[in-house]
């Protein structure tokens, strides 16, 4: 078993994939983008503006984003990071009136496979 290999990055409009977040680092690979793999169940594609809300609605989800886990070199995410979250809990919060915004050049095509570009669209951090 070698490392799994990585799907193309690239973005929603099938442009190179722009890195979401470095400080804190984030992606499945820890590499600053929302690139993904076959092993990458959650598929963590969609780059998101955090905010307070959706940090207390993903805690009550089950998933504390915003306590540090330094075992895991997790260091809690504040308002204001950049993260890639999983395509299918950004929706789940878009359902629940929860979504944060997207930032559409920094996510990954693949979570078009669990929410519409339209959707993504009208939440989107990156267009004008």
Known sequence: MGIPAREESVNVF??????CSENPMTGFFRDGCCNTSVQDAG?????????????EYSRFRGNDLSTPMPQHGFPGLQPGDLWCLCAARWLEAYQQGMAP????????????????LEL?????????
């Not at 993504?120 to 004008?128: E, H, I, Q, T, V």
């Open 14 to 19: 099938g442009e190179p994939l722009e890195s």
């Open 101 to 116: 915004k997207v930032y559409l050049k920094r996510t990954h095509r693949r979570a078009l496979e669990i929410a519409p």
């Open 120 to 128: 993504l669209r009208k939440y989107a951090a990156d267009l004008n």
């Open 43 to 55: 598929s963590h594609t969609v780059c998101i503006a955090v905010t307070r809300e959706f940090l």
